[in-house]
C-alpha cells in the first residue's frame, strides 16, 4: 500500500567505478520496486550503457529537427 501511496520506495542502483566494473559497457543499473494497487505491484529495471552522454545528444539533436 505505502509503494502504491509513494510514501514508501524500494530501490538499488549499481555504478560502474575503478573498483568495480560492470561487463558489456554498461554504465549503471536501477531496480525499484512499483505498485499498480494495494495488490499488485512489479519491478522495474532500467540501465544504462557508458556512452549514454552522447546518445542522449543525439536523442535531443533527432527532437529538434522534427
Known amino acids: ?13 549499481w ?9 558489456n559497457n554498461i554504465g549503471a543499473i536501477s531496480i525499484e520496486a512499483r505498485a499498480n494497487s494495494s495488490a499488485q505491484g512489479y519491478v522495474y529495471l532500467q540501465y544504462s550503457f557508458t556512452n549514454d552522454d552522447v546518445c542522449q545528444v543525439e536523442i535531443e539533436r533527432e527532437k529538434s529537427s522534427l
Open 1 to 13: 500500500m505505502e509503494l502504491n501511496k509513494k510514501e514508501r520506495f524500494l530501490f538499488s542502483t
Open 15 to 23: 555504478k560502474e567505478t575503478k573498483e568495480t566494473s560492470l561487463k
